[in-house]
């Protein structure tokens, strides 16, 4: 089963970046897709980034151009570049793993904050 954990989550003001990273247990990351997903106060989880195993990206149309999602399979580790951040974006981001299918992923981590100000 693979294990992954959160980190990077904070304030930041609008307009301001922040780098989210997610450290999996399992040594061969390379061999799933990763994601990562936001849940924002009231609302749905909703997909924000995806990667396939061949290194292909996946954007949710809200944050492409700004976000950038990306993997070091040598540290077992997946990041999420945010950019240009807006209040909108604030919400609880989780990564995710899964053998196939990143839209369904079987794996989570137990999320971290991401709070934009204005």
């Known amino acids: 089963q693979v294990q992954l954990v959160e980190s990077g989550g904070g304030l930041v003001q609008a307009g301001g970046s922040l780098r989210l990273s997610c450290a999996a247990s399992?040594?061969?990351?390379?061999?799933?897709?990763m994601g990562w997903f936001r849940q924002a106060p009231g609302k749905e989880r909703e997909f924000v980034a995806g990667?396939?195993?061949?290194?292909?990206?996946y954007y949710a149309d809200s944050v492409k151009g700004r976000f950038t999602i990306s993997r070091d399979n040598a540290k077992n580790t997946v990041y999420l570049q945010m950019n240009s951040l807006k209040p909108e974006d604030t919400a609880v981001y989780f990564c995710?793993?899964?053998?196939?299918?990143?839209?369904?992923?079987?794996?989570w981590g137990q999320g971290t904050l991401v709070t934009v100000s204005s």
């Open positions: 399992e040594r061969t990351i390379s061999t799933y897709v």
């Open positions: 995710a793993s899964d053998v196939t299918n990143i839209y369904a992923p079987r794996y």
């Open positions: 990667q396939s195993r061949s290194g292909n990206t």
